[in-house]
């Protein structure tokens, strides 16, 4: 069975900087382009960003480029957005995506003062 | 960057009717491979996105039948033949040809 576990999030203040994890199990992880997709309060869904398999292509949002950066360790089947000078508009549901066939489960993050 | 609209944003539909949802996008989805990648989603609130269908019109697994896609290039459809009360949620179209990848607005099905 495809699992996709995440973890981190919380409320942070603007500006601050904050890492989420998604561990993969079910599958081979390390072939698989990965996703993380976010959904802020009564909106809809917003793609992030993208990594490749092997990493060798990283894709992100205009809206968080240069302050987000995404990574994978194919040895621990694990996903990381690293995310940096938060503001206001970051406040979202986070989700990792395998493709876009199974999702995590979500991952809260709040930015305010 | 590929700007996808949805019709209806919000349809009330009774329980054993049919619904269709229309997703155009400001250009072709043909993909240089010739693949379309255009999807559906559902959310419910509390829970993750749920793939209904894949390259417009492949089945994931464990969707039920009635849920069905068609299209190509820029206009695409979603069709539920008889909507159940767990069909209620917010549908999303999406496109992976081009980056950034970017979704629909979505539309709330909701029971009448």
């Known amino acids: 069975e495809v699992q996709l576990v995440q973890s981190g999030g919380g409320l942070v203040k603007p500006g601050a900087s904050l890492t989420l994890s998604c561990v993969a199990s079910?599958?081979?992880?390390?072939?698989?382009?990965m996703n993380w997709v976010r959904q802020a309060p009564g909106k809809g869904l917003e793609w992030v960003a993208s990594?490749?398999?092997?990493?060798?292509?990283?894709k992100y949002a205009d809206s968080v480029k240069g302050r987000f950066t995404v990574s994978r360790d194919n040895a621990s089947n694990s996903l990381h957005l690293q995310m940096s000078s938060l503001r206001d508009e970051d406040t979202a549901i986070y989700y990792c995506?395998?493709?876009?066939?199974?999702w995590g489960q979500g991952s809260l993050v709040t930015v305010s003062s | 960057d590929i700007v996808l609209t949805q019709t209806p944003l919000s349809s009330p539909v009774a329980l054993g009717q049919p619904a269709s949802i229309s997703c155009r996008s400001s250009?072709?989805?043909?993909?240089?491979?010739?693949?379309?990648?255009l999807s559906w989603h559902q959310k419910k609130p509390g829970q993750p996105p749920r793939l209904l269908l894949y390259?417009?019109?492949n089945r994931f697994s464990g969707v039920p039948d009635r849920f069905s896609g068609s299209g190509e290039g820029t206009n695409f459809t979603l069709t539920i033949t008889r909507v159940e009360a767990e069909d209620v949620g917010v549908y999303y179209c999406?496109?992976?040809?081009?980056?950034?990848?970017?979704f629909g607005p979505g539309t709330k099905l909701e029971i009448k």
């Open positions: 995506a395998k493709y876009y066939d199974h």
């Open positions: 999406m496109q992976a040809t081009q980056f950034p990848h970017t």
């Open positions: 990594i490749s398999s092997r990493s060798k292509s990283i």
């Open positions: 079910g599958f081979n992880f390390n072939i698989y382009d």
């Open positions: 390259k417009v019109s």
């Open positions: 250009q072709s989805l043909v993909h240089t491979n010739g693949n379309t990648f």
